[in-house]
């Protein structure tokens, strides 16, 4: 592995960034020689980016920590066609009042990871919309599309895993790719931008992108991607019980967030720190050195940084302390997330399925069922085992609440309305 001399590339590597890069040497070079300006791309398919995104967003942190500009590139446009990558079929298409509210709700979190202004490193948000939408068709095809080799498109392993299966590829999604590497093209001529990253699996999109450039005369562009990240266990990052963990306090609480990392295998203790939290190399060194159950110390200042990244300080203290007091001193903490159930529907009853699915604590029916044979479902710290068990207004506690759990890390709060 190269030793990069440059500090952005150093910091990247030593923290376990860096997967692949389409020229070490060069990008080194280029990162000791000037400022950089690098961006990510996010295609706005959700209201929030989710952990899986924080990886990529991290990077234009520590783009910015050491002197460079980052972009966050919005996928006004590209979000209208959606990106075929290792899916097994074509993503909903969204309208474009749809992609406008998801881009407004991805905005936030990068108002608390990144500096925004005038300056020559300070970071800013574009969209490709501004671009794509006022593309001519036949001149795009003309000017872009006749340097793009279907032979060589048809050999990436996101497209390759789909026909392989047999499963449809539409000329929409086919698409994508050339519009992805368009936009490298253009934030170079706007912008000034010579390196994108992004995850591993979109290798093939970005150097499509850097092959664009030399053949529409752009100066040499670069592409970084990182690793796709596995728990020790070989599961994917970013799953709850609940679904996907997002960024945006509105559909996943810092609360559950903070349990979320609270909650990482002892072996990824030492690889999460790294690349999700903003600690010193040496500090990291000495907390990954616990051993026994002090690792759960580790787990617990890993909680709290990469919850105050991405929720701030306070929410992430305030989230801690909350653990503390539910966990270790047995109080029933009032920072524990809750939902209001109208006290007409607690006073005829609501069937503890039903409840545990509205409360977030599952996806579905099922899963509550398959919880209460594993002896997980709690109300009010009692085992639950019967899945007709209604729950209801002889259940609100001392405190005017009803205190809903699943295993030992997560609980809800049912108020009466």
């Known amino acids: 592995m190269s030793e990069f001399k440059s500090d952005f590339l150093h910091i990247l590597q ?19 020689k000037e400022t950089v300006t690098a961006y990510v791309g996010y295609d706005a398919t959700a209201t929030s980016l989710h952990i899986g995104n924080l990886i990529s967003a991290t990077m234009l942190y520590w783009l910015q920590e050491t002197g460079h500009r980052p972009i966050a590139l919005m996928g006004g446009g590209t979000s209208m066609v959606g990106d075929p990558s290792f899916r097994d079929e074509q993503r909903k298409l969204l309208t474009p009042e749809a992609i406008d509210v998801n881009i407004e709700g991805i905005k936030r979190i990068f108002s608390r990871i990144l500096r925004f202004g005038d300056g020559p490193s300070d970071a800013f948000i574009v969209n490709n919309a501004e ?3 006022k593309l001519n068709y ?21 497209v390759k895993l789909r026909l392989d299966r047999e499963q449809s590829l539409s000329f929409l999604e086919f698409n994508y790719m050339i519009m992805q590497g368009y936009d490298f093209v253009e934030l170079n001529r706007r912008h000034g931008c010579l390196l994108q990253m992004g995850g591993s699996d979109q290798w093939g999109n970005i150097i499509n992108g850097v092959d664009l450039g030399h053949r529409m005369g752009t100066p040499q562009l670069y592409a970084l ?12 990052m970013g799953k709850s019980a609940t679904g996907a963990v997002w960024l945006n306090e509105d559909v996943f609480s810092p609360y559950d967030f903070w349990q979320y990392w609270r909650n990482t295998e002892d072996a990824d203790v030492g690889r999460f720190l790294k690349i999700f939290t903003r600690l010193p190399m040496d500090e990291i060194a000495r907390l990954v050195a616990l051993g026994g159950s002090e ?7 890993l909680a709290t940084e990469a919850t105050a990244i991405v929720h701030g300080r306070e929410a992430a203290e305030r989230s801690a302390e909350t653990a503390k007091q539910t966990f270790e001193e047995g109080a029933l903490a009032a920072n524990l997330p809750s939902i209001d159930v109208p006290a007409a529907e607690l006073q005829a009853g ?10 977030g604590l599952a996806e579905s029916n099922g899963k509550v069922r398959q919880f209460l044979k594993d002896g997980a479902v709690r109300v009010n710290d009692t085992v639950v085992s019967d899945d007709r068990q209604l729950i209801g207004t002889g259940d609100i506690t001392a405190d005017g609440v009803i205190k809903l759990s699943l295993g030992k890390k997560k609980h809800i709060l049912v108020r009466p309305a």
């Open 131 to 133: 671009w794509l939408l």
């Open 138 to 158: 036949v001149e795009f095809l003309r000017d872009v599309g006749r340097h793009f080799s279907v032979n060589r498109m048809l050999s990436f392993d996101s």
């Open 295 to 301: 690792i759960n110390e580790a787990k617990k200042i």
């Open 225 to 236: 991607t990182t690793p796709l990240l596995t728990t020790s266990s070989g599961a994917k």
């Open 14 to 32: 030593e923290r376990g960034f860096i997967h692949q890069t389409s020229d070490n040497a060069g990008l080194d070079a280029l990162f000791n």
């Open 350 to 359: 609501i069937g503890v399925l039903a409840l545990f699915v509205r409360a």
